[in-house]
């Protein structure tokens, strides 16, 4: 672990803290000291470690990370003092002094409230069935205040007590799933306890929530492409089922099996693409129906796999930040380990322009991005800077 490197050990440290959370959450409620809540274990302390702040704050990490080091060395030598036959003084002084030591700080800097939610997980999968739910879900219960494209734009937002947060950039990544939950549930007070947001729990049950909070990731995507910005939350390829000529239907999984895949929106009048050893090609029809056999009879074999879900074109659509009746001719691309990383408009060309989910920050990929390279060189950039699930202000 390096000092001069941060980014060496604070995610490490980081992901460290959450799991010894949710460990001991996990133990709890083994031990019957954890009530239910929402159909998952509950958190059962009022405060937990803030690693949202610890991620923004590296000096504040680096004093924590410290501190649990000599307090993990104090009670090791506590230890091989109680079990050793000699040099038990000395092993004893050793564990006082790295007690003594530890740099602890203050906790109100490091903990922060928690909710009985904080470390619960969606149980609906990431699928576009899942997305589709969410997004007529937002349209009903969210778009008055939030806007439709989750910038708080909505037209109800001018008459709030306090205007509505965006959820078009990096917000997501910075909360607890479970939190963001429980403020949709719940809903959210202002410190003189004035009502910000209202309360969904009576209105919507677990699992349409967590379609909602879902969805917008989506938004979330859509967000940061219409900045220009990059997608500031790492998206996941929605799972559907692909179905490829006359053959049975897959699990999107299943099909591209470990493969970069590129998703080409296809007009009803335009002829698949050709393969491309380079990636699997998947097909998004507005029908989620297998175009025609092209019958132009080009060589070389063109693309046949499609994905059946009717929603697909419209939620791939929102995540490339075009209109539905504007998406037909662009184009996306997912890695090997099924991320979304990039998206080209109809009639461009692929560069490292088209990158908008990369290891860098948004504002340093941004000024990075060029139009040289070619796909080539697009390609080995995604592999080079390979990305993971963002939560709680740390990738998992």
Do not use: K
Request: with cysteine.
């Amino acid at each position: 672990m390096s000092l001069a490197a941060p980014e060496a050990w604070l995610n490490p440290l980081l992901a460290t803290l959450h799991e010894a959370q949710v460990l001991l959450g996990a133990l709890a409620d083994r031990l019957g000291l954890a009530g239910r809540s929402h159909g998952q274990p509950a958190w059962p302390w009022a405060r937990r470690v803030a690693t949202e702040t610890l991620a923004i704050d590296r000096g504040l990490a680096r004093r924590l990370g410290l501190a649990l080091i000599a307090s993990s060395a104090a009670l090791i030598l506590a230890l091989a003092a109680l079990l050793a036959r000699r040099a038990r003084l000395p092993l004893a002084a050793l564990a006082l002094a790295c007690a003594w030591l530890a740099p602890w700080p203050p906790t109100a800097l490091w903990l922060t409230a928690a909710t009985p939610t904080s470390f619960q997980r969606s149980p609906l999968p990431f699928s576009i069935d899942t997305l589709a739910q969410g997004a007529s879900l937002y349209a009903q219960h969210c778009l008055a205040c939030h806007g439709a494209s989750g910038r708080g734009d909505g037209p109800r937002a001018d008459s709030l007590p306090v205007w509505p947060p965006t959820l078009a950039g990096p917000l997501l990544a910075r909360r607890l799933d479970g939190e963001l939950f429980q403020h949709v549930a719940s809903g959210m007070r202002d410190r003189q306890g004035a009502v910000t947001m209202p309360a969904f729990g009576a209105s919507l049950d677990d699992r349409e929530i967590w379609a909602t909070l879902a969805y917008l990731r989506v938004l979330s995507a859509a967000g940061g492409g219409a900045s220009g910005e990059g997608w500031p939350v790492p998206l996941a390829l929605p799972a559907l089922e692909v179905r490829c000529a006359d053959g049975a239907p897959l699990p999107l999984a299943q099909w591209r099996s470990g493969q970069r895949v590129r998703l080409v929106a296809l007009d009803a009048a335009a002829p698949p693409p050709f393969e491309d050893a380079r990636w699997q090609t998947l097909l998004l029809t507005r029908d989620g129906q297998p175009p025609a056999p092209p019958r132009d009879g080009a060589h070389g074999p063109r693309a046949r796999c499609t994905a059946i879900a009717p929603d697909a074109w419209r939620i791939f659509a929102t995540i490339a930040n075009r209109a539905p009746d504007a998406f037909a001719g662009t184009e996306l691309i997912a890695d090997r380990s099924g991320w979304l990383r990039a998206v080209a408009a109809p009639g461009t060309r692929w560069s490292d322009a088209n990158l908008m989910c990369g290891a860098t920050s948004t504002t340093a990929a941004r000024e990075s991005r060029t139009t040289a390279g070619g796909i080539d060189a697009l390609l080995a950039r995604i592999d080079a800077e390979p990305v993971a699930d963002t939560e709680g202000g740390y990738t998992h």
